[in-house]
């Protein structure tokens, strides 16, 4: 089926458990045959009337096993979209391969277990819910009385029971998000591809969308997701690889990508004197007083006894002591934006 048509080209599952999930991922026998293997991608393109070349992707490679939540992250242009579509099979890689299950992503064996929905659903506008579902049962082989007793289940699932009757064209940007999660779900498939899921939706919507990957990964599917909203992906994520100019620079499991030390501490102190704080320089990086409330900001955390000695010897009061630890977004930043280690 044609990128045009995509949004109905496959149909899916999806998946997550942010407590369980890093488990099941060591406890999976690493012999097991990938869900998903992507080789040495490189794709380039010819565009324009002087087939000007423009180089998408340089060599990305990683792995997803059974059961992970794998998040697919990087800056607008990275070539998350492309990685995606040659995963897909609505793209051919110029060098490198993708393998579903051990198999050529063309393989159509391999291709019916994977569910798919696009950053941007292309949806009918004038079909209502029902029809649109029973429209994506219908290409994907669904007897009649499946696809309408799958149709109302999905439809109730991503929330739409209200909007039952109304065309699709109508429906607001976060509405065309869940109708496409909902024909990425009907078929039930053992993996499913994500981009952007949760563009469009509002904290609620995000909140019932990443419950529903929940339950998905509790029912041991696979998914693989791009997101620009990090919170999420930091919530779902098992493994992530940060994509730039079409490279992977970071890739892994994300509690081990993720430094784990302190990287500063804040303290938070009443009736403190300036001066004692500018005494323990190169100590205290920052200092901020706000409604008599001074803040003061460790390197680490092995000059924080040493601060508190001063501050309590000062008169001062500690209010509450925060160790800052490393995130995912501050991880992006510093592999996709800023090029650091």
């Known amino acids: 089926m044609s990128v045009e048509t995509e949004s109905v080209s496959v149909s899916g599952a999806t998946q997550h458990d942010a407590g369980a999930s890093s488990e099941a991922a060591d406890a999976a026998p690493q012999s097991e045959t990938p869900v998903l293997e992507v080789r040495d991608l490189h794709k380039t393109f010819h565009v324009g009337f002087f087939r000007k070349k423009v180089v998408a992707l340089r060599g990305v490679s990683f792995t997803v096993r059974k059961g992970e939540v794998f998040g697919l992250l990087g800056p607008n242009g990275a070539g998350k979209t492309t990685t995606l579509k040659t995963v897909l099979g609505l793209i051919f890689p110029s060098k490198g391969e993708a393998r579903l299950f051990g198999k050529p992503v063309t393989d159509p064996s391999a291709r019916a277990r994977l569910g798919y929905m696009p950053e941007n ?67 039930d498939p053992d993996v499913l591809v994500l981009d952007e899921p949760m563009s ?45 100019r079409g490279t992977v620079v970071a890739s892994g499991p994300l509690s081990s990508l993720l430094r784990s030390e302190v990287r500063r501490v804040e303290i938070e102190l009443d009736g403190a004197d300036a001066g004692f704080c500018e005494a323990l320089r190169p100590r205290v990086l920052e200092v901020r007083t706000a409604k008599n409330v001074t803040t003061v900001v460790v390197e680490g955390d092995e000059g924080v006894p040493e601060v508190l000695r001063a501050a309590l010897d000062a008169g001062a009061r500690v209010l509450s002591v925060t160790p800052h630890r490393d995130t995912l977004e501050e991880l992006f930043l510093r592999k996709a934006v800023r090029g650091g280690d």
């Open 121 to 187: 659903p292309y949806v009918y506008e004038y079909l209502k819910p029902l029809e649109f579902l029973d429209l994506c049962g219908r290409l994907i082989g669904m007897r009649s009385g499946e696809r309408d007793k799958k149709s109302r289940e999905m439809i109730e699932r991503v929330g739409l029971t209200h909007a039952i009757d109304r065309p699709i064209g109508k429906f607001s940007k976060g509405m065309t998000q869940r109708i496409g999660l909902a024909q990425a779900l009907l078929g």
């Open 200 to 244: 469009g939706l509002d904290p609620f919507g995000r909140k019932e969308v990443r419950d529903l990957l929940v339950e998905e990964r509790a029912r041991g599917k696979t998914l693989v997701l791009t997101s620009h909203i990090l919170a999420d992906v930091e919530l779902l994520c098992d493994h992530v690889a940060i994509v730039q």
